[in-house]
Nanobody
Framework: QVQLVESGGGLVHAGDSLRLSCAASGRTFSRYAMGWFRQAPGKEREFVAAIRWSGGPTYYADSVKGRFTISRDNAKSTVYLQMNSLKPEDAAVYYC?????????????????WGQGTQVTVSS
């Protein structure tokens, strides 16, 4: 089993920056594509960003493109989400997940392991 633990969430003001971290343990982390999803109150969980196991190609939701950056450090078994120019609509619980098989990086159904989430609150 892969264990994922998110951290770095908190309360920030609109326009601020925040970096989320997701520490992985268990199975071979470096072979998995990793993704970030978020879920706001009353809404379904949505895709935010993903990164291939190589750390090269990255994918972003249109709503965060240009503001958020996903990266990973396989030596540290950690994936990051740098969040800049935060907006109130970015407020949500953010989850990291491991994509362990084939399928779209954008779809929640192809991620097999999930963290417990970290809360991001953005005030105006």
């Amino acid at each position: 089993q892969v264990q994922l633990v998110e951290s770095g969430g908190g309360l920030v003001h609109a326009g601020d920056s925040l970096r989320l971290s997701c520490a992985a343990s268990g199975r071979t982390f470096s072979r998995y594509a990793m993704g970030w999803f978020r879920q706001a109150p009353g809404k379904e969980r949505e895709f935010v960003a993903a990164i291939r196991w190589s750390g090269g190609p990255t994918y972003y939701a249109d709503s965060v493109k240009g503001r958020f950056t996903i990266s990973r450090d396989n030596a540290k078994s950690t994936v990051y989400l740098q969040m800049n120019s935060l907006k109130p609509e970015d407020a949500a619980v953010y989850y990291c997940a491991a994509h362990t098989g084939g399928g779209s990086y954008y779809s929640i159904v192809f991620y097999d392991y999930w963290g417990q989430g970290t809360q991001v609150t953005v005030s105006s």
